[in-house]
């Protein structure tokens, strides 16, 4: 039976689907909030030959054995904002993946409102 988000910290490399069970990709890593330091999206490989890395919202994922069940269809995900595989989210742009998922951004200019664990 799923389960609400625990430890997500602990899926990393596991199937990343939809809320209608389509496989998005893999899970990569965790990025929190830095004002709570709750899981707040995860990094998701995608693409078969040029993977890169999307971000989706996980506060209302759901695990399963083997799976991350988020509450964002599987092309509103893959349209996200991205980074190369080996790339790191620059603070500019953290406001874009916010921006996307129609979540308020709010940090201050010189902080960051993500941090990767």
Request: zero cysteines; hydrophobic letters at 40%; proline letters at 6%.
């Amino acid at each position: 039976m799923p389960v609400r988000v625990g430890n997500i910290r602990e899926w990393s490399g596991h199937d990343v689907v939809d809320e209608a069970g389509d496989k998005i990709g893999k899970m990569e890593s965790v990025y929190v909030d830095t004002a709570s330091d709750q899981p707040a999206f995860a990094t998701v490989v995608v693409g078969m030959v040029s993977k890169k890395l999307v971000f989706v919202p996980i506060d209302d994922a759901v695990v399963g054995p083997g799976y991350v069940k988020v509450a964002y269809p599987k092309n509103r995900v893959k349209d996200a904002p991205s980074i190369e595989t080996d790339g790191e989210l620059r603070a500019e742009a953290e406001g874009d993946v916010f921006a996307h998922y129609g979540i308020t951004y709010t940090a201050a200019p010189s902080e960051r409102r993500l941090g990767r664990r």
